[in-house]
């Protein structure tokens, strides 16, 4: 195997004691799906010791359109510490994928089901060791016949229907029967954020701040929150933070957990004050550890 450093090392140890399993790779990664319809929740490398020509990328990820996905085109690329590729690949991945299902990949030596493996594409062996993997989508077809390819607005955007010049609609989303949709507040300045959480728990929350999109804020919110849910995928988004006057976002809870609300706003003590008065509103009990969390961009 061809990866050098301290891969190099690690890949040398699986080759000589064979192990059954494969073994996972630690490599940062990124993806560029904005306005795209296919949101990625995870993803993950691992090298089989039997292999010595490939390694193996994987991606979980959800449709967050309003209609149901035939087919995704996936791109996958690896640069080296200069940022420069050293290696890229092609996943053409077919199935039924209704809205935000989350379609899991191959991501623990354990985890996955019989389908995860259709979510993994082979890379070939490279000679340095990857630094940054990044994961894109350039088309999607829809089972009405539709297709999104990258660049398109988002199926079923609105134009003129948000702030900064009414440009198409970007990333609509359903959970739990609520929808929102993403808007281009490119003009309004400000940094982008998102609060991901575990609905009924006080810990399993976490946060992205300060990304220059809601598609990273999002992506960097649920990757934290999934890692602390032991890499599972319950965690949802609750509040998303964009520009000045919603910089902060906050999430509140009742004592019994049954209870909860959110709110943004542009500083943090108006966000909290907004937090419990929505709580109390749908009947929920005040109390000292009411708020789970208050975060804020920079700007």
């Given amino acids: 195997m061809r990866f050098v450093g301290a891969l190099a090392c690690f890949v040398f140890a699986i080759s000589t004691s064979a192990p059954a399993r494969a073994d996972f790779i630690t490599i940062p990664s990124k993806q560029t799906t904005a306005g795209s319809p296919i949101f990625i929740t995870q993803t993950s490398v691992f090298v089989d010791p039997n292999n010595a020509s490939s390694f193996r990328t994987c991606v979980s990820f959800k449709n967050i359109a309003q209609k149901p996905a035939s087919f995704v085109t996936f791109t996958f690329r690896f640069d080296d510490m200069l940022g420069s590729p050293i290696a890229e690949q092609i996943l053409h991945r077919s199935g039924s994928f209704g809205p935000g299902i989350v379609i899991e990949g191959k991501m623990t030596a354990l985890g996955g089901n019989s389908d995860s493996f259709n979510n993994c594409v082979n890379v070939s062996m490279t000679s340095l060791q990857p630094a940054l993997e990044t994961v894109g989508v350039t088309e999607v077809r829809f089972e009405d016949g539709t297709t999104w390819k990258k660049g398109d607005p988002m199926p079923g955007a609105q134009p003129g229907n948000q702030p900064g010049g009414g440009g198409p609609g970007n990333l609509a989303v359903n959970v739990?029967?609520?929808?929102g949709a993403g808007i281009d507040l490119s003009s309004a300045g400000g940094t982008f954020g998102t609060i991901a959480w575990v609905p009924g728990s006080r810990r399993l929350i976490a946060s992205d701040l300060d990304e220059q999109n809601q598609t990273d804020a999002d992506y960097g919110a649920l990757s934290k929150c999934n890692a602390l849910n032991g890499g599972g995928t319950a965690c949802k988004v609750v509040v998303r933070m964009f520009g000045p006057q919603n910089r902060c976002?906050?999430?509140?809870?009742?004592?019994?957990?049954?209870?909860?609300?959110?709110?943004?706003?542009?500083n943090s003590n108006d966000t909290i004050k907004a937090a419990q008065e929505a709580l109390v509103k749908i009947g929920g009990t005040l109390a000292a550890n009411s708020i789970v969390t208050v975060v804020c961009n920079t700007k």
């Fill in 176 to 179: 739990n029967g609520a929808t």
């Fill in 249 to 266: 976002g906050a999430l509140a809870l009742d004592d019994a957990n049954v209870k909860g609300a959110s709110a943004r706003g542009s």
